[in-house]
């Protein structure tokens, strides 16, 4: 099974971008898979930009990944 975060890009330039997972997590990823815009919401899987998304599920889907760490943690 493969998991892909959403991440929201914060930086851009040419086919690297910088995302923030939110909490602070800020990595360095490919968009060369997809329409990269700076702001937009992408889903991240192995360094790589697979998919654009919609910013409200990309935040549902964080919120959801909080959840699951957090009872993980207890």
Known sequence: MCLAIPAKIVSLQGK???VDFGEGVVR????????????TYVLVHAGYAIQVVEEKDALETLSLWKEVLASAGK
């Open 28 to 39: 360095d990823i490919d968009v060369s898979l997809v329409e990269a815009k700076l702001g």
């Open 16 to 18: 690297k971008a910088q």
